[in-house]
């Protein structure tokens, strides 16, 4: 039996905006079926939720990244080398000279507000691999704070060399844990840092307790959300195509563990956004 890859129905709005703050808007636009930039821009603000911030994560990407946030108001950019693509560029020797693109990108204008997604990946990453992960991510890191950008991270199975690493190249002053994966000991880790955690739709899978733990061991100030569509469709449509607009499955539920209302839910996840990627856009 096929599995159903239709795109799941639009939920209520949220009573008052929030920004998807990770989201691939170039990769969705290209899988059957999936939205283009002006559908997902206007099915996400059907629901309330305005802003995206889009990630670019190979060079190509990045410089999708930064096009279309130069196009369309509701986005800004983050540009970055994901942790799975150093390896491939460090064995073909073109590492530094990807990482100074993603440079010369990130300067060319104020629409991009990030270095990211950036970081350590111990699960598609085997141990051949991870010096070249290690280094592109020290690299992300000094760049972030050479040009005061927002540091975006990507932890997979990993969380002891990221603080590791972060705690040798000084944290940036704005960084985000970008789908958080982490239980309640981690997550008051990262805060200790003072990171930002960003909450995806995996929240709301069925054997993610350590995770809703997590996210009420966080306080409202450094809590953001995420959908890092077309990945990690929410409750009750996991495993059909994510996009910004299903934000609002996500919203309820870390709403419902924290046990705030939606709409001080909402008003503190704007805020807080606007606090870790440098102001409102």
């Known amino acids: 039996m096929s599995r159903d890859r239709s795109l799941p129905p639009a939920p209520d709005p949220l009573p008052h905006p929030v920004v998807d703050n990770h989201c691939h808007l170039d990769i969705a636009a290209d899988a059957d079926g999936g939205l283009d930039v002006e559908q997902a821009l206007a099915a996400a603000s059907a629901v309330n939720v305005p802003r995206i911030v889009h990630i670019g994560c190979d060079l190509d990407a990045a410089a999708w990244a930064v096009r279309t946030a130069q196009a369309y108001e509701p986005i800004v950019a983050a ?15 073109r590492l530094d000279d990807a990482v100074a693109e993603i440079e010369r990108l990130a300067a060319s204008t104020p629409r991009v507000r990030a270095i990211g997604e950036t970081g350590l990946d111990h699960f598609r990453t085997g141990a ?11 690299a992300h890191i000094r760049l972030a704070h050479r040009l005061d950008k927002t540091l975006v991270v990507h932890d997979r199975d990993a969380h002891a060399d990221v603080l590791r690493v972060l705690d040798e190249e000084g944290v940036p002053a704005r960084t ?3 789908c958080f994966s982490g239980d309640a000991a981690f ?3 990262c805060l200790a840092r003072g990171c930002y955690l960003s909450f ?14 997590a996210v009420r061991a966080t306080p409202l100030d450094r809590l953001l959300v995420e959908t890092d569509a077309p990945f990690l469709t929410p409750m009750p449509f996991r495993g059909r195509p994510n996009a910004s607009y299903l934000v609002p499955h996500t919203v309820a539920r870390i709403a419902a563990e924290m046990d705030v209302e939606l709409a001080t839910l ?3 996840v704007e805020a807080t956004t ?5 102001g409102s856009w």
């Open 274 to 278: 606007d606090q870790a990627y440098g």
């Open 79 to 93: 540009v970055a080398l994901h942790p799975n693509e150093a390896p491939r560029l460090a064995s073909a020797g």
């Open 266 to 268: 909402c008003r503190a």
């Open 187 to 189: 997550a008051r880790e």
């Open 200 to 213: 995806a739709g995996t929240v709301t899978f069925n054997r993610a307790e350590a995770l809703r733990e």
């Open 128 to 138: 051949v691999g991870r010096p070249a992960q290690e280094e592109s991510f020290r």
């Open 176 to 178: 985000v844990m970008h």
